[in-house]
């Protein structure tokens, strides 16, 4: 794979994951980074490649992938070396159902033009958003420990001792939740593989503020 540029925003979450999932492939690629706090997303250039006006985007030789989940599901299709996602269906499945109740059950609901909405349009303070945005952690968190605390599946990371697609999920939104002061002390599996995670070069260089646009 060649000409690969990442279109992001070193706080986004969802760009967050594919930056660990192109350092976790070794794949080459350079960043093309946007202020959303200055709408630079809406700008004429970026919307003609992504009519959504969302990071990440991906571009590979001209062509434009968006949404984290594809994008990440695409790198692991068209690059071999380092699979994220397992080939056995059953493990697939069940490393998929751990990635998609963070990208599908939590962020939706967290992501920041919800959290924008809620106090811009309802007229709702900080702590009324912060108290939302908590709510959602621990409502998924408490499901996500339970799962990965009883499975034997589990190891060092989400699903075995390799880190893989879940990992790449989950990081991030931990990442979240603690700027978010979530209190995480009643998820000790998952904070044992995000420490496991952050030992990694892979995942300490996609870090928000080790990026090249972070404030």
Same mark, same amino acid.
């Given at each position: 794979m060649s000409n690969i540029i990442l279109h992001g925003f070193w706080r986004s979450s969802a760009s967050y994951r594919?930056?660990?999932?192109?350092? *976790?492939?070794?794949?080459? &690629?350079?960043?093309?980074?946007?202020?959303?706090?200055?709408?630079? &997303?809406?700008?004429?250039?970026?919307?003609?490649?992504? +009519?959504?006006? *969302?990071?990440?985007?991906l571009?590979?030789?001209?062509?434009?992938?968006t949404?984290? *989940?594809?994008?990440?599901?695409? *790198?692991?299709?068209?690059?071999?070396?380092?699979?994220?996602?397992?080939?056995? +269906?059953?493990?697939?499945?069940?490393?998929q159902s751990i990635a998609y109740a963070i990208a599908c059950e939590i962020h939706p609901l967290n992501n920041l033009r919800i959290l924008k909405y809620l106090k811009a349009e309802l007229g709702q303070d900080q702590e009324a958003v912060n108290t939302w945005y908590r709510h959602w952690v621990g409502e998924e968190f408490t499901a996500l420990e339970k799962k990965l605390a009883s499975e034997p599946e589990t190891?060092?990371?989400?699903?075995?001792?390799?880190?893989?697609?879940?990992?790449?999920?989950?990081?991030?939104?931990?990442?979240?939740?603690?700027?978010?002061?979530?209190?995480?002390?009643?998820?000790?599996?998952?904070?044992?593989?995000?420490?496991?995670c952050l030992k990694l070069d892979a995942f300490k260089d996609a870090v928000p503020e080790n990026q090249p646009d972070a404030l």
């Open positions: 594919v930056r660990i999932a192109l350092n *976790l492939k070794g794949i080459e &690629h350079v960043q093309q980074n946007y202020a959303l706090g200055k709408g630079e &997303h809406k700008s004429e250039d970026f919307l003609a490649k992504n +009519p959504q006006g *969302l990071v990440p985007a571009e590979v030789d001209g062509d434009v992938i949404q984290s *989940l594809t994008i990440i599901e695409y *790198l692991d299709y068209m690059e071999e070396n380092n699979r994220l996602l397992p080939l056995d +269906p059953k493990e697939r499945a069940r490393v190891g060092k990371f989400c699903h075995g001792d390799t880190p893989g697609f879940a990992d790449t999920f989950l990081i991030p939104q931990i990442y979240n939740a603690q700027r978010f002061e979530c209190d995480l002390s009643a998820y000790p599996t998952i904070m044992r593989i995000n420490e496991e």
